[in-house]
C-alpha cells in the first residue's frame, strides 16, 4: 500500500507572522438550503425571502456558522494543514461582523500567531488567525483557530 503523502505544512514549518491566503469560493442558495437542512437551522433571516426584505440587511443572509464552516474548508483546501492536521482544537474570540449574501465570493487570510512543541506528542499547536473576506476585500468575520499539527517523520 502506498504511503500517504501529505501536502500540508508540518509543526516544524509554521512561523509567527506568516501569511496564507486561501482560494475564493461563491455562497449559494444552495449551500444555505443544505446548511439549514443539516443543521436545522430553518431561521427565517436564512430561509425566507419575503421575512428577509424585511430585515436591516433587507435580503435573506447566510449562516454564520456556514461561513465558518466553509471558512475552514477554504483553510484546508489552501493545503496549508491538508493531511498534517491532527485535531481542531479550539475557536477563540470568532466575530461576525457583516453580513454574507447568496452571491457573494469569501476567501480566507490566515497569519501564524503563535506556535508551541509537544515534541512528546509528535506534533505541536499553531494559532492561525483568521480573516475571512468577501469580494469587496471587507472582513465579514474573524477570530483564531487552534489546531494540532504533526511534526515532520524522521528519516528512516
Known sequence: MAKHQARGLYFEEFEVDQVYVSTARTITESDIVAFAGLSGDYNQIHTDVEY???????????????????????LNLSGLIEGTVIAFREIES???????????????????TKTKAFKRLGSGAVDLELSVLNQNEEVVMKGVFKVLITSKPEEE
Do not use: M
Open 52 to 74: 428577509g426584505k424585511q430585515t436591516p440587511f433587507g435580503r435573506r443572509i447566510a449562516h454564520g456558522l456556514l461561513i465558518t464552516s466553509i471558512a475552514s474548508g477554504l
Open 94 to 112: 470568532w466575530k461576525f461582523i457583516k453580513p454574507v449574501f447568496i452571491g457573494d465570493t469569501i476567501h480566507v487570510q490566515s497569519v501564524i
